[in-house]
């Protein structure tokens, strides 16, 4: 079974501290994701990598950069977090299937409350 | 980004009822798949779907890759109280790597 494992359920932090979510993947997989869910807003997707040190942005990368030094980990950063970046963060890893199928697989999430 | 039209918004069922839900998309999409997501939790992969037509199970779950691959669908059969969740479907597109989302379904199931 794919294994994509973040490193935290639950944070509080305070404001303008700098935030490291970490993400995990043991399925040698090239591709990851971060995402973010609010309510009414579905997964918004923030940063994504296609290799080791490749990075894009996605559809809300303010406030937020990326590490990706070993392929199977994947690293959130809130530079100085704020109010509004409360929510519910979800990492993701794809896996090719076939020539052109991919299956994706989520974390467990990180609930991240800054205060 | 790309827009998933996923329907209902949330059911309320009773208990051995079997529930309907789908997406729709403007664009065409090469992969379909469909998630859970229990409170708290990231999603779980239920059904993953690759050609048009395609129609595959998962125990109680069947899921369906639209003919014009636009769309999707999602049955549930005989409902139970453990298939209380958000469902949620997601779309690739033939060419990129990312995924879009639907915004989901979150499903009642009354005892």
């Known amino acids: 079974d794919v294994k994509v494992t973040q490193s935290s359920r639950y944070l509080v932090k305070r404001t303008g501290e700098k935030v490291f979510l970490e993400c995990v993947q043991d399925m040698d997989h090239e591709n990851m994701f971060w995402y973010r869910q609010d309510p009414g807003l579905g997964l918004r997707l923030i940063y994504f990598?296609?290799?080791?040190?490749?990075?894009e942005k996605g559809d809300i990368p303010e406030g937020y950069s990326v590490s990706r030094e070993k392929k199977e980990r994947f690293s959130l950063i809130l530079e100085s977090a704020s109010t509004n970046q409360t929510s519910m963060y979800l990492c993701?890893?794809?896996?090719?299937?076939?020539?052109?199928?991919?299956?994706?697989?989520f974390g467990q999430g990180t609930r991240l409350t800054v205060v | 980004g790309q827009q998933l039209n996923q329907s209902p918004q949330s059911m309320f069922i009773q208990e051995g009822e079997d529930v309907s839900m789908n997406c729709t998309s403007s664009s065409i999409f090469n992969t379909w798949l469909w998630y859970k997501q229990d409170p708290g939790e990231g999603p779980v992969l239920l059904i993953a779907l690759y050609k048009a037509g395609e129609l595959t199970s998962n125990g109680r779950l069947t899921a369906q890759f639209g003919i014009t691959r636009k769309d999707s669908f999602l049955n549930i059969s005989a409902s139970i109280p453990s298939d209380v969740g958000i469902y949620f479907c997601?779309?690739?597109?033939?060419?990129?790597?990312?995924?879009?989302f639907g915004t989901g379904t979150s499903l009642t199931v009354i005892p």
């Open positions: 997601a779309g690739q597109l033939r060419t990129g790597n990312q995924f879009y």
């Open positions: 990598s296609y290799d080791v040190k490749m990075k």
């Open positions: 993701a890893s794809m896996v090719r299937v076939g020539s052109w199928n991919t299956e994706a697989f």
